[in-house]
C-alpha cells in the first residue's frame, strides 16, 4: 500500500516547481539578452554574440586583411565567434544549474533540466 502524500504538501510542491520553472523562464530571457566578446589573433578579430547564440558583431584590425590570405582570417573569424558561442553557452548552463539547484538532475516532465 502507498503512502499518501497530504494534499497540502503536494500542493506546496507543485507551487515550489512553479515558482522555479517560472523563474528559469524569466532568468533565460535575460540571458538571451546578454552579451559575449571573444577574441582571436591576439586581439586582431572580436566576435560579439547574444545570449541566443546570434552574431551582433565582428570587427577585425585593417592590418589582418590580406587579399592573399583569405583562409587566415576566415580562420580567426571562425575562432573568435566560436569562443562567444562557447562563452554565452557556458554561462547560460552555469545560470539556469543555479536557478535548479537542488532539482537539478531530478528529471521531471516539463521543468527541463
Given at each position: 500500500m502507498k503512502a499518501r502524500v497530504p494534499s497540502t504538501n503536494r500542493n506546496d510542491m507543485m507551487k515550489k516547481l512553479q515558482d522555479m520553472q517560472d523563474e528559469m523562464a524569466r532568468v533565460q530571457e535575460e540571458l538571451e539578452e546578454r552579451e559575449y566578446n571573444a577574441s582571436s589573433g591576439g586581439g586582431a578579430v572580436e566576435a560579439t554574440v547574444n545570449g541566443r547564440h546570434e552574431l551582433k558583431a565582428i570587427k577585425m584590425k585593417p592590418e589582418i586583411v590580406d587579399p592573399e590570405d583569405?583562409?587566415?582570417?576566415?580562420?580567426?573569424?571562425?575562432?573568435?565567434?566560436?569562443?562567444?558561442?562557447?562563452?554565452?553557452?557556458?554561462?547560460?548552463?552555469?545560470?539556469?544549474?543555479?536557478?535548479?539547484?537542488?532539482?537539478?538532475?531530478?528529471?521531471?516532465?516539463?521543468?527541463?533540466?
Amino acid at each position: 500500500m502507498k503512502a499518501r502524500v497530504p494534499s497540502t504538501n503536494r500542493n506546496d510542491m507543485m507551487k515550489k516547481l512553479q515558482d522555479m520553472q517560472d523563474e528559469m523562464a524569466r532568468v533565460q530571457e535575460e540571458l538571451e539578452e546578454r552579451e559575449y566578446n571573444a577574441s582571436s589573433g591576439g586581439g586582431a578579430v572580436e566576435a560579439t554574440v547574444n545570449g541566443r547564440h546570434e552574431l551582433k558583431a565582428i570587427k577585425m584590425k585593417p592590418e589582418i586583411v590580406d587579399p592573399e590570405d583569405i583562409d587566415m582570417l576566415e580562420d580567426l573569424i571562425l575562432a573568435a565567434v566560436n569562443e562567444a558561442v562557447r562563452r554565452a553557452g557556458d554561462n547560460m548552463e552555469e545560470e539556469m544549474a543555479k536557478v535548479a539547484g537542488p532539482m537539478q538532475g531530478m528529471n521531471i516532465p516539463g521543468m527541463g533540466f
